[in-house]
């Protein structure tokens, strides 16, 4: 095979995008004119609230707004997240040093380990975890060291037992709670254990709470930056795409430890020039202004939480209620765990034309669930809990008559 023929070194470390067989069979379907209630991606539906968009409009008419921006963002958007920390979290941070704003907390998270990681670093993540999380750090050359995370205390538990069997030592470890895709919440006493443990054994810590406002207790989820000393070593992700539904803006922030922080600003000044300045304005508007917007996307979210496992518990699927977060991890139903979370998938998008995201495309450890997004109406959830029951009562029966025939 010539170079020219040759898959690219960092590709062939990318396996397979198992959600892009997924999004191929959903594609399919609709265009052969299959209506899809789709709980697939975590795509929020819901509209920016005004006030953020007429700040948009306001300073995009302004006749320099289309100049370069700067790529560790606008002092004044700056500002405006760490008054966030202060005022959610009572943590203080210097506009300056420890905040750097980001193209969504995505980007960030994968400019961090382009920024922290030479290659042969060994990496300890959670697994179910977001993709970028183990993908960002394999893409910048290190090596992920997957530590099962069913619950934060499996996680926590095994973290000793991967610094001590690997080589060399891990560099860094990654925590994200509320969880994607797990919906798993996390009191500050967690955060206490991860600090002392990865002070312990030398860890830097990537904290991601990107869905730090989607919570359904009374307490709101706590910050690693909480914890006493957790800035020696710690930063935190954090996103405004959930909290106030702008996913399709592209805003986050990385705040926290000031060398890591100017570590991912240096490398952000060779790859872009920031958002779109109005989008920035528009943003610190977001962070400043009036709140209720957040508690009004938090009630929708928790309304459509709990009529979906009240609809699919009436189906014959029970659902978790998750604590946080805009999904549900949800176990597959009996009938068909033994054929797995991709095909469960494609049997409920083709014969119930529900589209939910496979547990395993979120690590080997997320077999035996789905993730379903809380991103339709609660009209489209009790549509597509009616369908599911009608596909789960077929595989039953199927099952029934499989039997019946294995006894015979």
Not at 39 to 48: E, I, L, Q, S
Not at 314 to 325: K, N, Y
């Amino acid at each position: 095979m010539t170079l020219s023929e040759q898959e690219f070194h960092k590709i062939r470390r990318l396996p397979p995008y198992v959600f892009e067989e997924v999004n191929k069979l959903k594609g399919q379907l609709r265009a052969k004119g299959m209506d899809i209630i789709d709980f697939g991606m975590g795509n929020p539906d819901m509209p920016t609230p005004k006030h953020i968009v007429d700040k948009l409009i306001e300073t995009a008419r302004d006749p320099k707004a289309g100049r370069y921006s700067a790529s560790k963002g606008i002092p004044g958007l700056r500002k405006a997240m760490a008054g966030y920390y202060d005022k959610r979290f009572g943590v203080k941070l210097n506009p300056d040093t420890e905040v750097v704003a980001t193209l969504g907390s995505k980007e960030g998270f994968a400019n961090l380990a382009q920024a922290l990681t030479s290659p042969g670093d060994v990496i300890i993540c959670p697994n179910p975890a977001y993709p970028i999380h183990a993908y960002g750090f394999i893409i910048a050359g290190g090596v992920i060291r997957h530590v099962p995370a069913l619950s934060p205390e499996a996680y926590l538990s095994g973290v000793s037992r991967a610094v001590k069997h690997s080589a060399p030592p891990p560099s860094v470890l990654i925590v994200s709670y509320p969880s994607n895709p797990t919906a798993q919440w996390v009191d500050l006493d967690f955060y206490k254990e991860a600090v002392a443990l990865a002070k312990k054994h030398d860890l830097l810590i990537l904290s991601d709470i990107a869905y730090s406002e989607i919570y359904f207790d009374d307490n709101p989820p706590p910050s690693i930056l909480q914890v006493d000393g957790a800035k020696d070593i710690a930063v935190e992700v954090n996103s405004l795409s959930k909290t106030y539904a702008m996913a399709g803006w592209r805003v986050g922030m990385v705040v926290g430890n000031a060398r890591m922080c100017a570590a991912l600003a240096r490398v952000k000044s060779y790859l872009d020039y920031g958002a779109f300045t109005p989008i920035q304005v528009a943003a610190a508007a977001a962070l400043n202004g009036p709140q209720d917007c957040v508690d009004e996307i938090r009630a929708i979210y928790k309304g459509r939480r709990d009529t979906l496992v009240k609809a699919m518990g009436q189906a014959g699927w029970d659902i978790p209620a998750p604590p946080a977060s805009m999904f549900a991890w949800a176990p597959i139903p009996e009938a068909h765990r033994e054929g797995g979370s991709l095909l469960f998938a494609k049997r409920l998008m083709e014969e119930a034309g529900v589209a939910v995201a496979p547990g395993v495309g979120f690590g080997e450890y997320g077999e035996g669930f789905v993730r379903i997004g809380l991103v339709e109406n609660e009209h489209r959830i009790r549509q597509a809990a009616r369908n599911v029951k009608k596909f789960l009562s077929g595989s039953n029966s199927a099952k029934a008559d499989t039997a019946e025939l294995i006894g015979s």
